[in-house]
């Protein structure tokens, strides 16, 4: 392998360490992000960078439509987004990305890193990480688990991957698929 291949390489793992760390827990606050426009909602986000004078709605309006970011995009929730680096805190159909972030995801998530607190749909990145498998109280569907596909996931979902970690699975760490099988902690 040649030298320039494996800095490259070694780049990309420290980004998605890095972005993976900032986001833990996973937590969007989009109400920090200005745009040019002050509205509720809106049915489309258009935007180079997250923030005042980059993109046209503020982060805290919901997009009913499609919220789409050259860099990185922010914002309370979507239907659909698309960025390099997404962040929304709902994602409610689809957010596509190499890298996406959200509190929910209600439906679907496809990057290199996929992050969620919780994830009810179906994540599908190389990395897919659920930070609050643990964490169900006041979830109206705590029955309901997602599924992650990709080479590494960790949460508490169906997972079929590489290797997956669920704390709560007949195995924490079982290569090709796991599953949660109950409660491990007790509670």
Same mark, same amino acid.
Do not use: K
């Given at each position: 392998m040649n030298t320039k291949r494996l800095w490259a390489i070694l780049a990309l793992c420290a980004v998605v360490v890095e972005t993976a760390w900032?986001?833990?827990?996973?937590?969007?606050?989009?109400?920090?992000?200005?745009?040019?426009? $002050?509205?509720?909602?809106?049915?489309?986000?258009?935007?180079?960078?997250?923030?005042?004078?980059?993109? #046209?709605?503020?982060?805290?309006?919901?997009v009913y439509g499609v919220a789409a970011g050259v860099l990185n995009l922010r914002q309370q929730s979507a239907v659909a987004s698309v960025?390099? @680096?997404?962040?929304?805190?709902?994602?409610? #159909?689809?957010?596509?990305?190499?890298?996406?972030?959200?509190?929910?995801?209600?439906?679907? @998530? #496809? $990057?290199?890193?996929?992050?969620? $607190?919780?994830?009810?749909?179906?994540?599908?990145?190389? #990395?897919?990480? @659920?930070?609050?498998?643990?964490?169900r109280g006041g979830d109206p569907y705590p029955w309901l688990p997602g599924l992650q596909i990709g080479v590494l996931n960790a949460g508490g979902g169906v997972q079929v991957g590489l290797l997956n970690y669920n704390p709560q699975g007949f195995l924490p760490w079982f290569p090709l698929f796991n599953f949660p099988c109950g409660n491990r902690s007790g509670d």
């Open positions: 900032a986001h833990f827990p996973v937590d969007v606050s989009p109400q920090q992000d200005d745009g040019l426009l $002050g509205v509720g909602w809106t049915p489309v986000q258009l935007g180079v960078y997250s923030g005042w004078p980059f993109q #046209f709605v503020q982060g805290s309006a919901d960025a390099i @680096e997404n962040g929304i805190r709902n994602n409610y #159909f689809a957010q596509v990305g190499m890298i996406d972030v959200c509190r929910v995801n209600w439906a679907f @998530e #496809f $990057g290199l890193l996929c992050l969620a $607190g919780r994830n009810v749909g179906i994540s599908a990145g190389v #990395f897919n990480v @659920e930070s609050n498998w643990g964490y």
